[in-house]
């Protein structure tokens, strides 16, 4: 019998948990992203591309402004495990965004297996902190910004509302609401794959483990928290969505946990393609405090 490395898993069970291209069909999403993501590029005409958030190459982010002036923000956070991917393969999601009036800022980050996830994690804090000093001139009202990730994005989003703002200027982070999707949020796991090892180079230690597992930390910004990933999920996409909804709950964060039906691991984010979808819906904080 194998030896456990994890809870009941043995290496290559817990490999199975994160290696899920082949399982949830990546390849077929993948195409019909891209399909998507050109048909946003028409449609938005007024977005901008690769602006710069700070000096690293791919400290970028594109701004899609509602139609409305002084928009309610929603930033968007990409997975890929903080090793691939780049923004430009997620900008279907201003389809459910910018279609319920919201702007929508798409920051990318260093990836490469020498970045640590702390790195990036700093890096998409910068993305947060240009969009609430430059958003205005884009349209949209800083005064009212939510965020959102996916995978490793969840992650990232969440680790925005255990920032301590205040120490970097700010009297408090104007995030209305977040919406955390099939995030990796015990980082314990990631660190003990030895896919996620050979394959993308993730290599964490145990004291990143502590300060980089949202589940471990106190979230320093009041706001609503949705935590939401797809119930055909592997169990361990699962279980950490809900071990995090349950500790923060208890932290008495205004938590709300949600599986939803018949989706896994790329079908629940291109939902974001579907203005009229319930994820489009609640990224983008709708319905609103003031309408009712």
């Not at 020498?114 to 430059?134: F, P, S, Y």
């Not at 919406?179 to 145990?206: A, K, M, N, V």
């Not at 969505?241 to 709300?256: F, G, H, I, M, P």
Request: net charge negative; proline share 5%; with cysteine.
């Amino acid at each position: 019998m194998s030896d456990k490395v994890f809870l009941h898993y043995d290496d290559a069970a817990l490999d199975r948990q994160f290696c899920i291209d082949v399982r949830d069909e990546w390849d077929k999403y993948e195409a019909e992203y891209l399909r998507s993501c050109a048909a946003a590029r028409e449609t938005f005409t007024s977005a901008r591309y690769d602006i710069r958030y700070g000096e690293s190459p791919n400290e970028r982010l594109d701004v899609y402004p509602a139609r409305s002036p002084n928009a309610p923000v929603l930033i968007y956070v990409h997975g890929g495990y903080w090793r691939s991917g780049d923004m430009a393969l997620w900008r279907f999601v201003s389809l459910g965004v910018v279609g319920n009036d919201v702007t929508l800022v798409l920051p990318t980050y260093d990836r490469g297996r020498d970045i640590g996830v702390g790195v990036i994690v700093e890096q998409v804090r910068k993305a947060l902190a240009w969009t609430i000093d430059n958003i205005a001139d884009y349209g949209g009202d800083p005064a009212d910004i939510s965020v959102s990730g996916h995978s490793a994005g969840g992650q990232l989003a969440a680790m925005l509302l255990t920032t301590d703002w205040s120490a970097r200027g700010y009297d408090s982070a104007p995030i209305r609401s977040a919406t955390l999707i099939s995030g990796l949020f015990d980082l314990e796991p990631i660190r003990l794959c030895r896919h996620l090892r050979d394959y993308y180079g993730l290599e964490l230690t145990r004291d990143e483990v502590a300060t980089l597992s949202p589940y471990r930390l106190t979230p320093r910004v009041a706001c609503p928290v949705k935590v939401v990933v797809g119930a055909r999920e592997t169990e361990e996409y699962l279980r950490s969505s809900r071990l995090l909804a349950a500790v923060w709950r208890n932290q008495e964060v205004d938590v709300t946990f949600e599986e939803l039906d018949r989706h896994h691991h790329f079908s629940i984010i291109f939902e974001l393609a579907d203005p009229d979808s319930r994820l489009s819906k609640m990224v983008c904080g709708l319905p609103r405090p003031d309408s009712g």
